[in-house]
């Protein structure tokens, strides 16, 4: 009789194409509040321009804001959306 033997997983759940990835908006110089928010309104699923007006204040103050977080491939069309909208992006990372 043979016998299964599980080996200890070396990623969580999260890991691959999975799990929360961060699409992260950094401030410049050439973005306008009343661009980004209208921006992230624009390609963010569920985002308003009040809310869009919030994380551009939060952009502004801190130098970044997390502006959604999913899966990769969602993660990398939002990033690629906004990125050619002229917004400031940064790396995408994982959670």
Same mark, same amino acid.
Request: charged share 20%.
């Given at each position: /009789?043979? !016998?299964?033997?599980?080996?200890?997983?070396?990623?969580?759940?999260?890991?691959?194409?999975?799990?929360?990835?961060?699409?992260?908006?950094?401030?410049?110089?050439?973005?306008?509040?009343?661009?980004?928010?209208?921006?992230?309104?624009?390609?963010?699923?569920? /985002?308003?321009?009040?809310?869009?007006?919030?994380?551009?204040?939060?952009?502004?103050?801190?130098?970044?804001?997390?502006?959604?977080?999913?899966?990769?491939?969602?993660?990398?069309?939002?990033?690629? !959306?906004?990125?050619?909208?002229?917004?400031?992006?940064?790396?995408?990372? !994982?959670?």
């Amino acid at each position: /009789m043979s !016998q299964t033997i599980e080996l200890p997983r070396t990623s969580g759940p999260d890991s691959a194409l999975g799990g929360a990835w961060r699409v992260i908006v950094r401030n410049d110089d050439h973005n306008t509040f009343d661009g980004v928010a209208r921006t992230l309104a624009r390609f963010i699923p569920g /985002m308003t321009v009040a809310r869009g007006y919030d994380i551009a204040d939060r952009i502004h103050a801190s130098g970044l804001a997390i502006v959604w977080s999913g899966h990769k491939e969602l993660a990398e069309h939002y990033w690629h !959306q906004l990125r050619d909208a002229g917004l400031t992006m940064a790396p995408l990372e !994982q959670a």
